[in-house]
C-alpha cells in the first residue's frame, strides 16, 4: 500500500528537483549543439584531401573527444533525473488507481 506520506515525498521530489532536471536537460542540449561547433572548428584545423578524411581526424581530437566524454555525463545525469522523476510520477499515478479503486469497492457495497 502506498501511503500519503509516500505521495507527499514523491511529489515534493518532483516539486524540488525541477530547476535541477531543467538545468540538466538544458546541458545535454547544449552540448549536443556544442559538439557540432568543436567537430566543424577542428575539421577546419586539419589538412586533409578529402572532407570524409577531415572529419575523421577531427572526431579524433583531443577537444572533440573531451566535449563528447562531457555529453557522455550529460545524458547520464538528464536520463537519471528523467527515470526518477517517472518513478515520482508512476507511484502517484498507483496511488491514484489505489483510491479509485477503494472508492468503486465502497460504492459497491
Known amino acids: 500500500?502506498?501511503?500519503e506520506e509516500d505521495i507527499d515525498k514523491a511529489l515534493a521530489y518532483l516539486r524540488d528537483n525541477?530547476?535541477?532536471d531543467a538545468q540538466a536537460r538544458a546541458e545535454r542540449l547544449y552540448l549536443e549543439q556544442y559538439l557540432k561547433t568543436v567537430l566543424a572548428v577542428e575539421q577546419a584545423k586539419v589538412a586533409a584531401p578529402s572532407m570524409a578524411a577531415a572529419e575523421m581526424?577531427?572526431?579524433?581530437?583531443?577537444p572533440f573527444m573531451a566535449i563528447l566524454e562531457a555529453y557522455k555525463m550529460a545524458i547520464f545525469s538528464d536520463e537519471k533525473r528523467k527515470f526518477l522523476r517517472s518513478a515520482a510520477e508512476t507511484k502517484i499515478?498507483?496511488?491514484r488507481t489505489m483510491c479509485s479503486n477503494a472508492r468503486a469497492e465502497g460504492k459497491a457495497y
Not at 581526424?57 to 583531443?62: C, D, I, K, V
Request: aromatic letters at 6%.
Open 1 to 3: 500500500m502506498i501511503s
Open 18 to 20: 525541477a530547476t535541477a
Open 57 to 62: 581526424q577531427a572526431r579524433a581530437s583531443g
Open 93 to 95: 499515478e498507483a496511488w
